[in-house]
């Protein structure tokens, strides 16, 4: 990549920001990087037991009433 990536999260605000992360994800640290670099509101969610991938396919480790939660009370 030719830009960092969180050069432009100021410019989000207000927006709601969930971040996911999976507990044992190699990435783990840049979801939390993220979150620190933004305002609110935002959330980080950190997954047990799970690695990066695990949320892309793995039903029973992604969360879904908690982003039903998420998007219900943002996008009113």
Known sequence: MNMPILTHIKEIVPR?????????AHSRYFSEDAYKAADE?????IIPDAVHVDLYD?????PFDELTEFFKASLK
């Open 16 to 24: 709601p920001i969930l971040i996911i992360a999976g507990e044992n």
């Open 41 to 45: 509101p935002k959330e980080l969610m």
């Open 58 to 62: 793995q039903l029973d480790k992604i």
